[in-house]
């Protein structure tokens, strides 16, 4: 049974930093595409981040525009583990952040929530003004 479990929400400052866990059971792990969405009160989830295999030696990143330059994607297959480090936050960055899988994306495709089959159940983030 395929498991995966955010951890590191909270509440924060305009500015302050927070990193997001994912740790992921019962998958091979490095063979995954991961990512994350979020969705805000009264919104649709939206793609944030994706992490996929490159198919040579490296994972390949990719963002939406609204967080690129600011959030960082990164993952540990020793530990089955993706992370997100979200610096420099703002109010409209406050959302539920959910960890998806995925064995069909790559690039682009990745911000499509469909591709993805397996989801974490989220945490919240809340960033004050």
């Known amino acids: 049974q395929v498991q995966l479990v955010e951890s590191g929400g909270g509440l924060v400052q305009t500015g302050d930093s927070l990193r997001l866990s994912c740790a992921a059971s019962?998958?091979?792990?490095?063979?995954?595409?991961m990512g994350w969405f979020r969705q805000a009160p009264g919104k649709e989830r939206e793609f944030v981040a994706a992490?996929?295999?490159?198919?040579?030696?490296?994972?390949?990143?990719y963002y939406a525009d609204n967080v690129k330059g600011r959030f960082t994607i990164s993952r540990d297959n020793a530990k089955n583990t993706v992370y997100l480090q979200m610096n420099s936050l703002k109010p409209d960055d406050t959302a539920v952040y959910y960890c998806a899988a995925s064995r069909s994306c790559s690039g682009s495709g990745c911000n499509d929530q469909v591709r993805y089959a397996y989801w974490g159940q989220g945490t919240q983030v809340t960033v004050s003004s």
């Open positions: 992490i996929y295999w490159s198919g040579s030696v490296t994972y390949y990143t």
């Open positions: 019962g998958l091979t792990f490095s063979s995954y595409t």
